[in-house]
Structures are given as structure tokens and as C-alpha cells.
């Protein structure tokens, strides 16, 4: 079966702190993708990150990086040099091999920035 | 690009009154678009798959006859709450999924950004 798990429920840090944010995943698949999505406090979820079982590399967007070691069915998402802006819940999400699409998505993290 | 816009943003109705929803794509087009529905400080439930043109196929206890869905087009999806009642207040978010990559990544989904459905 396949599953996400987001361990942290909820994790407060000072503006300018960076911070990591744990997402860990089961599958039999040996083709999927993993997704990141934000969905700050109006409820839309904006996409972040796809990257798929074949690429190992890390990706740095601005202050946004990604660690995905497939050792240990992880997909890590870092934040550096936070800001209040980030404040949001963060999902991670693993989609199904094959043609359906569908996304299986973990509890979510909600992530707060205090100025 | 990659707008997926949905309508109403949020509605209140009174029980046992129907309710519709729609998801449009705005700039690419979906053969593939999704319903979820989504508890306070929970996260996202998958209702359905709509697929353009062919019937929608729902998940594990999502009643059909509830919630019913069309995707008549390649740019809209509705999703209509019959006869609703109290319990079926949420947080409804429609996803489309672009397949062609001609936005930016291929197979991703983009979501709209949600109705609040309120049943008094």
C-alpha cells in the first residue's frame, strides 16, 4: 500500500531560522512522483515541487530546497531564512504508478513563522 | 499559467437543497480533473476522479447518488451536493492534471482554490 507520512504536526520557528520540514513515503512503485504543495490560510494549494522516482538530485529554488534519498523513502523540504510569508500547512504528496494520477497526500505541517 | 479557478469561492444553503460546484481550467486543458474534500486541520480526502467524457469514478465510501459529477468539457468539471445536509459542510477543492507538461511540469496537478460549502 501506499502512504506518506508528515511526522511533524506542527512546528513553530523565529523569522530568519531555517527549517525542515520531514515527509517519508511507502510504495511498491518503482515509478512514482512525490509532490510538495503549500496551502497558506486562504485554502489554495499551491504547487511546489514534482519530482519524480528516476531523479535523485536535490533542488534549490531561492530559498526553497529539496533532499529526496530514496535509502530511506524520504523527501525532505527546507526552508532557509525563514519569513512570516511562509506561514502556511505543507503537504507532501506521492502520486500512483500508471495512469490514474491520483494523489495520496500525508497529514500535512503546519508551519508557523513568528516575526 | 496553470490557473485552476473554481466557482463559488463559498456558499451557504439551507438543508436539503443541491448544491453545484465548478472547476475550470483556465489555461490548459484536462482530460483528468479531481474532487477533494478537505476537514479543518485535516488533510485532503479524495472523493473522485472525472475524467472527460466517461463516467467518474469515486472512491471508498463517496456515495455517487450524493455527489454527482460531470466533465462535460476539457476545461470544466461540477460537482453537485444533492440534497445536502449539515454534515456535508467542508472544504470542497477541485485539481486538474496536466498532462502535456506544456506549462510546466508534465503530470502535475494544479488546484483551484477551493469552496466553502456551508448547510444550515
Known sequence: ?115 | GAVVSQHPSWVICKSGTSVKIECRSLDFQATTMFWYRQFPKQSLMLMATSNEGSKATYEQGVEKDKFLINHASLTLSTLTVTSAHPEDSSFYICSARDVSGFLTSTDTQYFGPGTRLTVL
Open chain 1, 1 to 115: 500500500a501506499q502512504k506518506v507520512t508528515q511526522a511533524q504536526t506542527e512546528i513553530s520557528v523565529v523569522e530568519k531560522e531555517d527549517v525542515t520540514l520531514d515527509c517519508v513515503y511507502e510504495t511498491r512503485d518503482t515509478t512514482y512522483y512525490l509532490f510538495w504543495y503549500k496551502q497558506p490560510p486562504s485554502g489554495e494549494l499551491v504547487f511546489l515541487i514534482r519530482r519524480n522516482s528516476f531523479d535523485e538530485q536535490n533542488e534549490i529554488s531561492g530559498r526553497y530546497s529539496w533532499n529526496f534519498q530514496k535509502s530511506t523513502s524520504s523527501f525532505n523540504f527546507t526552508i532557509t531564512a525563514s519569513q512570516v510569508v511562509d506561514s502556511a500547512v505543507y503537504f507532501c504528496a506521492l502520486s500512483e504508478a500508471g495512469n490514474t494520477g491520483k494523489l495520496i497526500f500525508g497529514q500535512g505541517t503546519t508551519l508557523q513563522v513568528k516575526p
